[in-house]
């Protein structure tokens, strides 16, 4: 196995990737964006000569991210999510459930106190990949688990703790993402010492990409190389043809712009880099990308409190071309993470009514139309659903279209769902906000 002995070490400065703060530029009512990162220029086989190439070998296309049309069709299998299992929100694991909500099932057991977050299927459905957040440390490990709940095993850590070299200070690894071949996951990690007078914010955090075995480790981006304490990597999301990432990128107090957000794209190769959404939207979570590649899905955050309302779901071209909103903008109501459904005609989103209350999930038609409520179990605050190929037991099989739920819950669409003009409103680029979510701490939204 591949481990990380001294990650914190600059490559020359040629090579490195950078990243500077810059704001999207709004024109017409349309969003441009792009203009915030400079593209990085350093390709894996200098960051780690020793590994293999991390880069897949996806079936060409001409534009990077989207694949031939008739192959997007795929069976909308079950939805994973994140929920808590106890009142007090302190201990949460992994559930499965079917495309009307039916169903649901626990296939993690963590220990008291832990929490396990950020699903993803595996490409087949057979597996689930999540992190666990450690009770006493604060800090997360990756796992797999099969679709029904067995083999549930930790991928080895990166760090080397007993290497002279290593710095294994707050190792934080986090948010697996499966590649479009299942040969690798992407996740984000997280090191180095905590700045005590600025929220604890962790020293580095960038993406790596790794073999699901845990070996093979490259380090992807250096958005925090050469300014620690900057800011925070997380949430990676594969294009559909394997050639690009998107993910988070979550500045600090001392960061540029301070404690703000926003969608980074970067290729699988490291080159590429560029920021896809402006700071003035404050996106934030795992962004997903339609079967087709075209689309882009994500969520905003207002700044403020853990979960509060005023955020919404958008969808922009890999480009950064064509921001639209999908949900009512303004919005009184907390939505959470959003993600395609297989076959590209359905979204799974999570949101939560103003005025307090947990979080459910809701399914659309990928235009924002036909709302319907999924679930009615608030008290586990489900969110960060991805839905997945994995066959639906024949008790709980629905039908595809959102508009036509087979389960009861279904029927009660939330008080602000989107009307039904087939057009997505344009964004208005009204600033938006953060939940005060730290490194090493888990994060509600």
Not at 28 to 40: D, S, W
Not at 142 to 158: C, E, N, P, Y
Not at 203 to 232: A, H
């Amino acid at each position: 196995m591949t481990r990380i002995t001294g990650t914190r070490q600059s490559p020359s400065s040629k090579a490195r990737t950078r990243a500077t703060a810059g704001a999207g530029l709004l024109l017409l009512g349309t969003l441009l964006t792009g203009c915030g990162a400079e593209p990085g220029d350093i390709p894996l086989s200098e960051i780690r000569p020793e590994s293999p190439t991390a880069t897949p070998d996806p079936t060409p296309s001409a534009t990077p991210g989207v694949v031939d049309a008739a192959h997007t069709e795929a069976r909308n299998g079950l939805i994973v999510s994140r929920a808590y299992t106890d009142a007090s929100r302190t201990t949460s694991a992994i559930v499965t459930l079917g495309p009307d909500g039916a169903g649901q099932h626990q296939i993690t057991q963590p220990p008291a106190r832990a929490r396990d977050d950020h699903p993803d299927w595996n490409p087949d459905g057979s597996a689930v990949a999540f992190d666990r957040t450690d009770p006493q440390s604060g800090t997360a490990r990756l796992w797999t688990v099969t679709t029904g709940g067995d083999d549930a095993h930790q991928i080895s850590q990166l760090c080397d703790a007993g290497s002279a070299t290593a710095d294994c200070a707050n190792e934080d690894e986090r948010a697996p993402a499966f590649s479009p071949d299942g040969k690798q996951l992407a996740f984000s990690r997280s090191w180095g010492a905590l700045d005590q007078a600025h929220n604890n914010q962790v020293q580095y955090s960038d993406l790596y990409l790794m073999s699901p075995d845990g070996t093979n480790v490259q380090r992807l981006t250096f958005l925090t190389n050469d300014k620690p304490y900057s800011g925070s990597v997380s949430n990676p999301s594969w294009s559909p043809d394997g050639k690009q990432l998107t993910f988070e990128y979550r500045t600090s107090a001392t960061g540029q712009p301070a404690n703000s957000r926003a969608v980074y794209v970067v290729g699988a190769d490291g080159t590429g880099l560029r920021q896809l959404t402006p700071w003035e939207l404050r996106a934030g979570d795992r962004a997903t990308w339609s079967p087709d590649g075209t689309q882009i899905l994500f969520t905003t955050y207002p700044a403020g409190p853990d979960n509060a309302p005023g955020g919404g779901i958008y969808t922009v071209h890999p480009d950064g071309t064509g921001i639209g909103a999908l949900t009512p903008a303004p919005s009184t109501a907390f939505y959470g993470a959003a993600a395609y459904a297989p076959d590209g005609k359905s979204i799974v989103f999570a949101q939560a009514p103003s005025g307090g209350g947990g979080a459910d999930l809701y399914s659309m038609r990928s235009d924002g139309t036909g709302v319907a409520r999924l679930t009615n179990t608030a008290d586990k605050w489900l969110d960060r659903p991805s839905w997945g190929t994995a066959a639906v037991p024949a008790a709980t099989a629905a039908p595809t279209d959102p508009s036509a739920p087979a389960s009861a819950a279904a029927s009660a669409a939330p008080s602000d769902a989107p009307t039904a003009d087939p057009k997505p409103a344009q964004a208005q680029g009204q600033p938006k906000t953060d939940d005060t979510q730290l490194p090493n701490e888990e994060d509600d939204n």
